[in-house]
């Protein structure tokens, strides 16, 4: 069974859905002001082996929001600056990440909502009113507050010391100091120039905290839901006012498991504008390494690790997903008849090393030492000439069936399959490099080889012909 670390209870649990095996899960999306950047799409990366964990592995279905806030201080700002209508603005944005996640092979959610969809923002003030029904709010201003003392067990996600709790201290911006806990707005005055929405006969909009609160319960249905995840730098404040606000309006337990992913450093050190360190997935593309290899690498280190993202390592992780593609492109060679049980063992102790890991709260370092150890015995069966084509078979099975979870092999085939110039100028050219070879002409051989390294197309000779593929 699947064992996940919960945040709330700082340990590691056992899951299964509540109800009619469908896992319930909430997911924290972009702030749509930005094109996303590896930071952000190590937290999708990694949640996407969660959910395909959870569908493959355990054989849950899947009911999951992935959502976008479009409206908040950060959107509004960039839409002002630029000169476009907010919901123009978010959408490049949000277009962005939809095209970014299709490079990483992240599977879509069954819900992607945006925060000023008109039944998200409705959801919103019931959730407000509600609250206000239940005494956690108050008025100044025009804007509408949640009274953090209202609540006996507010901090308990984040283990805060309600002693140092500044209940009746206002803050109006969505984003604050993650050690200095403040009531917190819920609906923000109108401002002149702001998109403006009503709520209980007050004009403004929606805080950041509580669009999630309200998009979580109106797409999964009643609380609790079983999981909500996100980056560990959302822990507080914002995860933990989203769990106030539901069950200050609900009174019921907002989420069952709590889920975060570490932080990413680049080469070291935090990711920042000032240090022209913030790498988007176009940068990625643009030094030469394909998205597949930045999957494999964010899921090198375990998601409750901090991960240091490098050069090097993605010159490593590059090397490391073309050894199990040519793994498998050696297995279509195997011929032959029978079986042999080491082969067979060995697919065995692999499958068991794979599910253990994974099930481990998502172990995907081990998880690929599984691949790894079953790419490397059955080189070794191939070279003494003990494998058979059934062998092949099973063993290709296994690894297809470890990546339905990792995702890094389909990619590269999906990658794979688009080449960096049409496939039939590649193959008119592999027939004149072999015209070329033929005449002993080597040094128009050697200069086709090159012209097609250099777009990105890598030839392999073998006894059987001349075989393609992407660098």
Request: aromatic share 8%.
């Amino acid at each position: 069974m699947l064992r996940l670390y919960n945040t709330l209870t700082r340990q590691e649990e056992p899951f299964a859905p509540l109800r009619d095996n469908t896992v319930r899960m909430y997911a924290c999306g972009l702030t749509v002001y930005a094109r996303g950047h590896i930071g952000n799409f190590r937290t999708f990366v990694c949640l996407d082996v969660l959910r395909r964990a959870l569908r493959h592995l355990c054989g849950h279905r899947m009911s999951e929001v992935i959502n976008y806030t479009d409206v908040d201080d950060k959107t509004i700002a960039g839409a002002q600056k630029a000169g476009t209508p907010l919901r123009e603005y978010t959408e490049q944005w949000i277009a962005a990440f939809t095209a970014d996640a299709e490079l990483l092979g992240i599977e879509l959610p069954e819900h992607r909502p945006r925060a000023t969809d008109e039944p998200n923002v409705r959801a919103m003030c019931d959730m407000i009113l509600a609250l206000d029904r239940n005494g956690h709010t108050y008025r100044r201003d025009g804007s509408i507050y949640f009274k953090i003392d209202s609540l006996p067990a507010y901090g308990r996600l984040a283990r805060i010391d309600r002693e140092g709790l500044h209940a009746g201290a206002r803050v109006d911006v969505d984003e604050y100091s993650k050690d200095d806990p403040r009531d917190f707005v819920l609906w923000k005055a109108s401002k002149p120039g702001e998109p403006e929405w009503d709520c209980g006969g007050m004009p403004g909009r929606p805080g950041w905290h509580i669009e999630c609160s309200a998009m979580a319960l109106r797409l999964l249905g009643r609380a609790p839901i079983d999981i909500h995840a996100g980056g560990v730098d959302l822990i507080f404040p914002h995860h933990e006012n989203e769990i106030a606000q539901a069950e200050g309006a609900t009174k019921q337990t907002f989420a069952r498991f709590w889920v975060h992913v570490e932080h990413l450093f680049v080469e070291n050190a935090k990711m920042a504008k000032s240090v022209g360190n913030v790498f988007t997935i176009p940068d990625i593309v643009a030094r030469g390494y394909r998205p597949s290899a930045l999957r494999y690498l964010l899921l090198s280190s375990h998601y409750r690790k901090q991960l240091n993202f490098t050069w090097v390592g993605m010159e490593q992780a590059e090397e490391s997903l073309r050894r199990i593609v040519d793994f498998l492109t050696r297995l279509d060679g195997v011929s032959g008849s029978g079986g042999h049980p080491d082969v067979e063992a060995a697919v065995a102790r692999a499958r068991e090393a794979f599910r253990t890991a994974l099930e481990a709260d998502l172990n995907t370092a081990a998880g690929l030492a599984a691949m790894f150890d079953l790419v490397k015995s059955g080189h070794a069966s191939i070279d003494a000439g003990r494998m058979s084509a059934a062998d092949a078979a099973s063993v290709r099975a296994a690894i297809e069936d470890f990546d339905r979870v990792l995702g890094v092999v389909s990619l590269r085939r999906t990658e794979d399959a688009k080449p960096p110039i049409p496939v039939e100028q590649i193959e008119r050219m592999i027939g004149e490099r072999k015209a070329a070879r033929q005449r002993r002409d080597f040094a128009e051989a050697d200069r086709i080889r090159t012209w097609l390294a250099e777009q990105g197309v890598l030839l392999e000779d073998n006894p059987s012909g001349t075989r393609w593929k992407k660098k």
